[in-house]
């Protein structure tokens, strides 16, 4: 770290229990020039104290400094800034192609006659594998173990790859299969609240902060870690030492007053609040929660709101430490001595929050009543669409036909091969209790053991139709679940282990049996999944699935009891008891204090202590993975999951001038909400789509595709599933549904259609509505998107992160303006696009598009430049931000 210039005398020394750290004051910074920052928000104190830590001098200044405080007279700022997080975190399917790229880097800076070795994380890095594991086997006490087994054997080729990224790369830490989700892993154990680093003969404590390669990274805002998702691109950037340029965010204050009713879980309050937060609109700015109904939350629950930032369209969902944070901190096993500095720090610092503490200020704000929180679930395609659970079953009914055009048919069932009951619209196929928003939050998940207990007492059975599954975020939970004796009765109605990982919310969901599936597909039916998850996008959970619902863990299993979203759970039984007597969900529900009853009973502090004692060691399989040490890889080229990109071929010392798009086609004509899975799935594929030709040309079989995500190493599957969504829709090519365009009139996978044109050296555009690449900070939506030969992408507004990626990648990302829309200007798709002025292009500056129509007419627009900053304009003149850094480590 660079010696801080110290503008503001900021620097001070804090003893705790006979040590000594040094830390940036913010006490002393307001005394010495910045007034007023004690009432800054407590998200933007830690971003205040990160510039004042930083100060350079070129990359922060005390002006960048000032700016912070300035924010206090609008309550939001137009400045820059360069922000340093403490340490970056991965999963998988994001980090297996981050290390490619860091591979790839080491072989280019050797061809430009640098040290290989200075491709190296300059901060902590840690790898979780978590995004492999499938529902292959369920409902039963082997589908762990053969999970395990299926996982390692699609996966052999990427993990073996990890084992030696692990030995190769410096600040660099793999956590193996089968331990647990990112983000839990990072709540329960990597997180500490206010970090370390001894420099020059100095202990230095700030607060822990970092990125991470998957939008889910906020849930460790609920342990006051600010934190946030960012594409592969950008984090790989991060642990090569360069700042995140970002604007001052607004904050949002969302006051929560009251507490919890009965009957009530973390998974309502959250969907509730997610809809609030989506129709307000918080896109790109910081949401801090605050108010006096945080001392009746845990801080599970606050966890459980802050997983959700991407779905409510935020930054992050930040929480400011307290004593619950202490009391979780201790309760998961952190060392007494890094809990005593983060209770000092936090009260020296303006940073802890008491009961009846003045509230901060912020940009805007809204409230919630607690007790106004009812159940309910979200669905059947957004997270943001709340449903009260008494409205479930009616609402089904309408969008039946608003969603499926279906109206004419709600009853209609088919038979099902070699069964004795039939399948029909409606009906839960998938009852998955997945996903970091609810497997960290005991509370809910004891829940659903307790109405599974209830069940099993009573004598009731999960539809045969259903496929069960439970699939923790940790190892932890399996102990609690055993010791509170809630393990058996899920067991007994089908919700067995199937691993410890992200299953159906990231489309890891398995298939369906064969004959369930064959009748969705042979009767046109649309068949339901109920999920615990985050995410429920179309086309995501399973390709037989069109309708996803999220609930809390306690609902899906009521929702499996039922069979059906016809049901109305506050109304029609469940079943009937051993004696033919109706059974309803009230009758099976757990009163809260038998949840925290049982919670006090079954949690310890032992259990997080003895599961995370030897956390990278992994079991035996990964111990047994050979691998050819050195710092350089040595790529197969036979490999069908790792292969070395082509981002740095025939790369030069220097940046060739950006030249205007001319003459560009138009690839695809996309509505509102397109997603990052959308633009890059990550889940199963088939084989008569182009990633599926190209690996039955390899002699892959079908049933070892695996997935999108986990082949994210190739470049060659993942540019043929770029726009490759089942249920994507090109209005280019009316009438079909999934990654399909049209060249010289003929409708063709749009893989083919880009590569007709790359050879022809042609570039395309991509033309899009709003909310453009929502969703899961999938860096490969915007890789695919460059290596298909998209130059720019003009939508009506993007989500933050793909925005962000997509210049990252060097594809010019261009916003209507004054309202107008693809459609309203009459673009039908055959038409020619020229983009000039990229020669002296500034952020945010106006950009001329021309448009040559079919009949020869012309029509020139202008559109905003969403380059925001002048780092970004660096990124892109080096045609990406992995040239830009290479080309200056080279140096």
């Known amino acids: 770290m660079t010696k801080s210039l110290n503008s503001f005398n900021a620097k001070q020394s804090l003893e705790v229990n006979g040590k000594t750290y040094h830390y940036f004051s913010l006490i002393e910074a307001e005394k010495n020039g910045l007034p007023g920052i004690s009432k800054l928000p407590y998200s933007l104190k830690v971003v205040l104290e990160n510039l004042l ?113 692990q030995q190769a790369f410096d600040n660099f830490r793999v956590v193996p299969p089968g331990t647990g989700i990112c983000h839990q892993v990072n709540l329960e154990y990597l997180a500490q609240t206010v970090w370390t680093r001894d420099e020059d003969g100095e202990t230095i404590a700030y607060p822990d902060t970092l990125v991470g390669t998957d939008s889910h990274t906020t849930m460790v805002n609920g342990l006051s870690v600010l934190g946030w998702g960012v594409g592969g691109i950008e984090a790989e950037a991060a642990m090569l030492g360069q700042p995140i340029s970002m604007l001052i965010p607004e904050v949002i204050g969302f006051k929560l007053t009251g507490s919890m009713v009965e009957g009530t879980t973390a998974t309502d309050l959250v969907l509730t609040i997610v809809e609030m937060l989506r129709q307000k609109g918080v896109v790109g700015k910081f949401v801090e929660f605050y108010g006096p109904g945080l001392d009746h939350l845990t801080l599970e629950d606050q966890a459980t709101i802050a997983n959700m930032a991407p779905e409510y369209g935020a930054t992050c969902g930040f929480f400011p430490i307290d004593s619950d944070t202490l009391n979780y901190l201790d309760v998961t096993g952190r060392d007494q001595d890094r809990i005593a500095l983060v209770e000092s720090y936090a009260k020296a610092q303006g940073m802890f929050r008491e009961s009846g503490s003045e509230d901060p200020v912020f940009t805007d704000g809204l409230e919630l009543d607690l007790s106004e929180v009812v159940p309910c679930i979200s669905g059947p395609k957004r997270p943001q669409d709340r449903i009260t659970l008494d409205a479930a079953a009616q609402t089904f009914t309408s969008v039946m036909d608003s969603e499926f055009g279906k109206a004419g048919e709600l009853q209609k069932r088919g038979d099902v091969d070699g069964k004795d009951h039939d399948l029909g619209h409606g009906d839960v196929v998938i009852a998955a209790i997945t996903s970091c928003t609810n497997t960290s939050n005991p509370s809910v998940l004891i829940g659903a053991g307790l109405v599974a207990r209830k069940a099993r007492e009573k004598g009731l059975s999960i539809k045969p139709w259903v496929k069960p599954s439970l699939a923790p975020g940790s190892q932890v939970v399996t102990d609690y679940l055993e010791k509170a004796g809630v393990q058996d009765d899920l067991d007994a109605l089908g919700f067995n282990l199937v691993g410890y990982g992200c299953t159906t919310c990231i489309g890891n969901s398995g298939p369906l049996p064969p004959e369930i599936s064959k009748a969705v597909q042979d009767h046109d039916l649309v068949a339901c999944s109920v999920l615990s998850g985050n995410r429920n996008f179309e086309g995501r959970v399973n390709p037989d699935v069109q309708a996803n619902f999220l609930a809390s863990p306690p609902l899906v299993v009521a929702y499996a009891l039922a069979g059906s ?150 470049h060659e599957i993942m540019m043929r599933g770029t726009f490759a969504n089942i249920r994507i829709k090109n ?111 500034h952020p945010r500056q106006d950009v001329a598009v021309q448009i040559k129509f079919a009949d020869g007419s012309e029509k020139t627009i202008q559109t905003l430049c969403r380059i925001d900053t002048e780092d970004e304009l660096d990124y892109f003149k080096n045609g990406g931000i992995l040239h830009y850094v290479l080309r200056g480590l080279a140096a």
């Open 53 to 165: 830590r930083f100060e350079d001098g070129r990359s922060v200044t005390a002006d960048d400094i000032r700016a912070c405080a300035d924010w206090l007279k609008e309550r939001r700022s137009s400045a820059e800034i360069s922000y340093r997080p403490a340490r970056v975190l991965m999963q998988d399917f994001t980090g297996v192609p981050a290390v490619v790229d860091l591979a790839a880097m080491r072989d280019a800076a050797s061809d430009l006659g640098a040290d290989p070795q200075a491709i190296n994380p300059q901060v902590p890095v840690d790898l979780v594998i978590d995004h492999s594991v499938m529902v292959d086997h369920f409902g039963n006490e082997r589908a762990f173990g053969r999970n395990v087994e299926l996982e390692y054997e699609r996966n052999g080729e990427r993990y073996e790859f990890l084992r030696w990224g």
């Open 565 to 714: 979203l016809y049901v109305d759970l506050t109304k029609d039984p469940l079943g009937e008891d051993k004696e033919g007597n109706p059974v309803y969900l009230k009758d099976i529900w757990p009163s809260n204090a038998e949840i925290a009853a049982l919670m006090r009973e079954a949690v310890s502090r032992d259990m997080f202590v003895s599961r995370y004692g030897d956390v990278f060691k992994g079991d035996a399989e990964w111990q047994s993975i050979e691998i050819e040490p050195g710092q350089t890889y040595k790529w197969n080229s036979g490999s069908t999951y790792v292969q070395n990109p082509p981002y740095f071929e025939g790369m030069s010392m220097q940046p060739k001038p950006v030249e205007d798009v001319k003459g560009a086609r138009i690839l695809s004509l996309f509505l509102d909400s397109i997603t990052t899975d959308h633009i890059s799935p990550a889940g199963a594929f088939k084989k008569d789509t182009p990633a599926g030709k190209y690996l039955t040309d390899r002699q892959v079989a079908a049933r070892d595709f695996n997935s999108y995500g986990s082949r994210r190493g190739n």
């Open 731 to 841: 209005q280019l090519a009316p009438g079909t549904e999934g990654g399909f365009s049209v060249k010289d009139g003929s409708v063709q996978p749009m893989y083919d259609v880009a590569m007709a044109y790359k050879a022809e050296d042609t570039p395309l555009v991509v033309f899009g509505g709003k909310e453009y690449g929502t969703g899961s900070s999938r860096d490969w939506a915007a890789k695919g998107t460059n290596l298909l030969g998209v130059r720019a992408v003009i939508v009506e507004s993007f989500e933050r992160i793909h925005r962000s990626n997509l210049v990252g990648m060097g594809v010019l990302p261009l916003q209507f303006k004054d309202g107008q829309s693809w459609q309203s200007i009459g673009i039908k798709g055959d038409e020619e696009i020229t983009i000039l002025g990229l020669e002296s292009l």
